[in-house]
Nanobody
Framework: QVQLVESGGGLVQAGGSLRLSCAAS????????MGWFRQAPGKEREFVAR????????IYEDSVKGRFTVSRDNAKKMVYLQMNSLKPEDTAVYYC?????????????WGQGTQVTVSS
């Protein structure tokens, strides 16, 4: 199975940018669709973005469209989430995950998460 480690979170002012990274090891990363999810305090974990195994088939949650961009580098076994124009409501723990086969955005294997805090 694949192991995932996120990094790049931190504290940023509203309107700022962050780039999250997800490093994969083991498993069959290059043949897996990958997703980013987030969980805000007191809320359930929600889907943010997904990217297909070849880098296509990107899907975004409505509130991040036009602000977030998901990408991947299969040679480096990395997935990225570029987050621009950040808002306080983007504050959450962000997780990367493999996408379950046959699903559009159901997570399968998960990383430990990285905290993103956006101050107003």
């Amino acid at each position: 199975q694949v192991q995932l480690v996120e990094s790049g979170g931190g504290l940023v002012q509203a309107g700022g940018s962050l780039r999250l990274s997800c490093a994969a090891s083991g498993g069959t990363f290059s043949s897996s669709a990958m997703g980013w999810f987030r969980q805000a305090p007191g809320k359930e974990r929600e889907f943010v973005a997904r990217i297909g195994w070849s880098g296509g088939m990107t899907i975004y949650e409505d509130s991040v469209k036009g602000r977030f961009t998901v990408s991947r580098d299969n040679a480096k076994k990395m997935v990225y989430l570029q987050m621009n124009s950040l808002k306080p409501e983007d504050t959450a723990v962000y997780y990367c995950a493999t996408i379950k086969a046959g699903s559009w955005h159901e997570g399968d294997y998960w990383g430990q998460g990285t905290q993103v805090t956006v101050s107003s």
